[in-house]
């Protein structure tokens, strides 16, 4: 039908039907090794998943797992062991995710400035990102040993604030600590470096203008920058949101799994270990379903709420 | 934010003040990581503690090199995440020239099905993904490894060259077309060539993620000789866990290839992601 508006006809040469034919089967060449992964290990996994947080799942002999309905959902809503992971996870998120927007933004600008060592302080903000999760966090757990730990150091010897070494990793309250300062830590550079590259989409002309017009730096930095960074910071705010609540590897190495007293579980490490030590894959799965329709949903809601507010202004 | 125009040195004051605050902050884990690595073992719980070492010795190098295949170790993370990043560049660049540049029934649909995956979160597909491996006889190999992180990464990184190959005017295309040339020769000569800045980005990101993987090796690997060194590294502190000065040490060499990658890549990087949707 397409080909009668005179649209396409009018689009050199093109489309009688075996050529269209020739040209999406093409298309489909190049898109097949890509979708075969994906369909695999990606879309398979996930059905394969649900259907297995209905079942007690026997990993042996799975023909034998028996089906359980929702059993493992209501088994889990009503463990208190999961209702502190949540807890944990949905904290580290609240405290995380500001805490690397806002200085990522400080650190954005800072880099946007056309000033002398701009690239060796770019490469040395982006120095946690590129480090891999298990050092970082081996790196803060040390920082924060009760034994001879820097920040035990500093807070008694130097600033007087404690009388006795903190105990952080003994402390399912303290613990939150050295986790999330770890997930903004680490985190800074990358937000920085994505914020650096939509500042740098800006053109001057606006800023140039604007400061003839008699705008300041600061209202010019709300009256122009603030707003064209605003697809970006959604973007950010997503993603950001999702990495936190998948949070695994610092609470898993630094907490030792959960410890003490499962009270310092995030979800994803309750849910590898509830799969893989306690051997309960529908429990796991279950898990991991709740957490996905969570992060779904979370982040439709974002996307809807900051998208409004753009068109609203 | 300031223009050069009205820029006082006051500005240019706050500015460095705050990027060497801000460094201090980055710096310092990594300092006392590298200090201890250098110092003899009785020094790693002194106090009050230091930055910089009284006495410098490479012994828990020596030591953590030689002991618990920790060469091998290197190896099998070097191999997994070379294999991983030439895979996923290829076909991540296929699926991103099909969807950048092709025109085909289901385009949109298609492509909302592979961004879904940008929204799950690797870890989630765990429990299945072990199943199907195990299914495939996949588990405690390296081809495992790689098909899962490559499968992981294409989302992001199609997503990331599709907004290259999109950049690419279209009279290039014609040009090699009239000359005869078909898709593959315009894929090969003169779409992947152009968008240099977005295969260093999408490698940069594909090489440290399979190097940092964590979780999925954790599972899927139990055989000891088949191990990354990421797994490995958390399985010493984990036996040894006052012996940092090795452990920082063991983490300093992982780094290298890292650190090395960044270094080529990196003019590339800051352009990449500009110029690729990634940004919003």
């Known amino acids: ?313 | 934010m300031f223009l050069p125009a009205e820029r006082k040195p006051r500005h240019l004051i706050l500015i460095y003040g705050l990027l060497i605050a801000g460094l201090v902050f980055v710096a310092v884990p990594f300092t006392l990581m590298i200090s201890t690595s250098v110092k003899p073992q009785q020094y790693t719980f002194e106090y009050p503690p230091r930055l910089i070492p009284r006495e410098v010795t490479l012994r828990n190098y020596t030591q953590a090199l030689s002991k618990d295949l920790f060469f091998l170790y290197f190896l099998n993370s070097l191999g997994v995440a070379v294999v991983t990043t030439a895979c996923t560049l290829v076909v991540s660049s296929l699926l991103a020239y099909a969807f950048g540049r092709l025109d085909f029934p289901g385009k949109e649909a298609l492509f909302y099905v592979l961004l879904m995956g940008m929204m799950i979160p690797p870890v989630m597909l765990i429990i299945p993904q072990f199943l199907i491996s195990k299914l495939l006889g996949l588990l405690n190999s390296h081809a495992g490894l790689v098909v899962v992180y490559v499968t992981m990464n294409l989302s992001m990184q199609t997503f990331l060259l599709r907004g290259f190959f999109e950049s690419i005017p279209g009279e290039l295309e014609d040009a090699v077309r009239m000359d005869g040339g078909g898709r593959w020769t315009i894929f090969w000569h003169v779409v992947l060539p152009l968008s240099r800045p977005g295969l260093a980005t999408a490698t940069i990101f594909t090489f440290l993620y399979s190097w940092d993987e964590f979780p999925w090796a954790h599972v899927a690997i139990k055989e000891t000789t088949r191990r990354t060194l990421p797994i490995a590294i958390a399985l010493f502190q984990n036996q040894h866990l006052t012996q940092w000065g090795q452990v920082f040490a063991a983490s300093i060499v992982a780094l290298i290839p890292v650190v090395v990658v960044f270094a080529l890549f990196q003019r590339h990087f800051i352009r990449g992601i500009a110029q690729s949707g990634l940004k919003g």
Not at chain 1, 38 to 45: E, H, K, M, R, T
């Open chain 1, 1 to 313: 039908m397409a080909a009668l508006t005179g649209e396409h006809t009018e689009r050199a040469g093109q489309p009688s039907l075996p050529a269209q034919i020739r040209r999406a089967r093409t298309a489909y060449l190049f898109l097949l090794p890509g979708f075969i992964l994906f369909v695999v290990f990606v879309v398979y996994p996930m059905l394969y998943s649900l259907r297995i947080s209905f079942y007690d799942w026997n990993i042996i002999k799975p023909a034998k797992s028996t089906w359980v309905g929702l059993d493992n959902y209501r088994t889990l809503l009503e463990s208190p062991i999961l209702h502190r992971a949540v807890l944990n996870t949905l904290v580290y998120a609240t405290i995380t995710v500001p805490g690397q927007m806002i200085l990522a933004l400080v650190v954005a600008i800072l880099l946007d400035q056309n000033i002398r060592g701009k690239t060796f302080f770019r490469v040395a903000y982006y120095l946690p990102v590129i480090t891999s999760w298990v050092i970082v966090t081996l790196i803060f757990e040390y920082l924060f040993n009760s034994q001879a730990g820097l920040i035990n150091y500093l807070l008694r010897d130097v600033l007087h604030l404690v009388d006795e070494p903190i105990r952080w990793l003994a402390d399912p309250i303290l613990a939150m600590v050295p986790i999330n300062l770890l997930g903004i830590w680490k985190g800074v550079g990358w937000s920085a470096v994505i914020l650096l590259a939509a500042l740098q989409e800006i053109p001057i002309s606006l800023q140039e203008a604007a400061a003839v017009d008699g705008a300041g730096p600061w209202h010019r930095f709300r009256t122009i920058t603030l707003p064209l960074l605003r697809p970006t910071l959604v973007y950010l705010l997503v993603v950001l949101v999702i990495g936190a609540l998948n949070v695994y590897i610092p609470v898993l190495l630094m907490t030792d799994g959960g410890q003490p007293l499962d009270l310092t579980h995030s979800v994803l490490t309750l849910m590898v270990e509830e799969t893989f030590d306690r051997l309960n894959f529908g429990g796991g799965a279950a898990i991991s379903y709740l957490l996905m329709a969570f992060v779904f949903v979370i982040s439709v809601v974002q996307i809807r709420l900051l998208r409004q507010r753009v068109e609203v202004q």
